[in-house]
């Protein structure tokens, strides 16, 4: 089976409600998503979606998906997509690093592996776990109020895991709005305060030992793994890392070093599926839990890093992250599965078990073909 057309379209997804996130410091309105039709000689067809979070969030820049994939394209056709680390080291060989290119590539052959198996990605990634994983919802930084207020309104879909978001430099109005949530908290709930690298080494322990008496988790309170190794060093409460979490050798680090107690695996960021089971590994390896998510996008990225989170064992999951809710717009309405009373299940169809409406998309902005 060999690839012999690949498509690329571009669409941009409106956010329902503008998001802030670092504190207050960043503000998005709108991903750049790109979505890749991988085609076979044997007529069989991938998607994949790689929509980072912006251009300001980490270095991953939807443009320049657009612009890799050129550059990828006449290393991938010709290629065996079932052969996913052939595709993989042909990706590397071609444009180093930029692993938020290669993702939607590597998750289209995962669509294709599947379907020429009829096995679901989950079932490839191992099996999958006979609960759903919990959805976790993403809390935008602000007034205690505000965020309990949104806490609330995913309370009410079911919504038992929250991602609520601080880390600004009033290092007092962060202490106020942990504790007015955690004294709001439901029994069973999972909130993780994601500062999103917002913190300097002095911010991240005054607020970390305030609130330490809370157990709560913290992720990503500095911006590097270095400032993450003294934050750990100074402080008791346990701690996620998900920017500083890009490759396989930032996982071993964290793991043998003993710098976080969860790992935030985003798929855009790492680079697809075939370089996320690795982390995964180390991590139960390591008896490290995960949180998995997209990075953003549509309910195919959803789809994908659901796929991973049900091939987790109960005890080393949190939550998995959904995006499709916060959207104003729906590429594949009707289809594949979909967050339910707060809770996100992938069925056993073959693959993906999704593909986009392609009315919905438009027409490709690139076409690559042998
Ligand atoms: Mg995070």
Not at 312 to 329: G, K, R, T
Request: charge should be negative.
């Amino acid at each position: 089976m060999k690839l012999c057309k690949i498509s690329v379209f571009h669409k941009q997804l409106p956010l329902k409600d503008p998001y802030w996130l670092s504190g207050g410091r960043l503000k998005f309105e709108t991903l750049d998503a790109t979505f890749v039709k991988l085609e076979t000689d044997a007529g069989l067809v991938g998607w994949g979606e790689g929509t980072p979070w912006g251009h300001t969030y980490v270095p991953a820049h939807g443009p320049g998906i657009r612009a890799g994939l050129e550059t990828l394209a006449a290393a991938l056709l010709g290629l065996d997509p079932r052969q996913l680390e052939t595709v993989e080291r042909a990706m590397d060989k071609t444009l180093p690093g930029h692993l938020y290119v290669k993702q939607p590539v590597d998750m289209a052959c995962w669509d294709i592996l599947g379907q020429a198996t009829d096995l679901s990605i989950s079932d490839l990634l191992g099996g999958r776990r006979s609960t759903g994983t919990p959805a976790a919802s993403s809390v935008s930084s602000g007034k205690p109020d505000y965020m309990m207020g949104i806490i609330e309104s995913y309370r009410e879909r079911g919504y038992v895991a929250h991602s609520a978001k601080v880390g600004g430099s009033d290092t007092s109005a962060d202490i106020e709005r942990i504790r007015h949530i955690e004294t709001n908290r439901k029994p069973g709930e999972i909130i993780l305060y994601d500062v999103n690298r917002a913190w300097t080494r002095r911010e991240a322990s005054l607020v970390m030992n305030a609130v330490a008496d809370l157990g709560v988790t913290f992720e990503q309170p500095g911006e590097t793994l270095d400032d993450i190794a003294q934050i750990r060093s100074v402080t008791t409460s346990p701690i996620s890392v998900d920017e500083s979490l890009v490759t396989l050798q930032d996982a071993t680090r964290i793991a043998r070093d003993g710098l976080a107690d969860v790992f935030g695996i985003k798929l855009n960021r790492v680079g697809g599926l075939t370089k996320a089971r690795r982390m995964r590994d180390v991590a139960i390896a390591h008896g490290i839990q995960m949180f998995i998510m997209a990075t953003g996008g549509s309910v195919m990225a959803d789809i994908e890093a659901a796929h991973l989170a049900q091939s987790i064992p109960d005890e080393f999951i949190q939550a998995c992250w959904s995006c499709q809710d916060m959207l104003s717009v729906d590429i594949a309405p009707g289809r594949g599965a979909r967050c339910e009373a707060g809770f996100i299940t992938v069925d056993d169809s073959p693959g993906l078990g999704v593909a986009p409406d392609e009315s919905l998309l438009g027409d490709p902005i690139a076409v690559y073909a042998v």
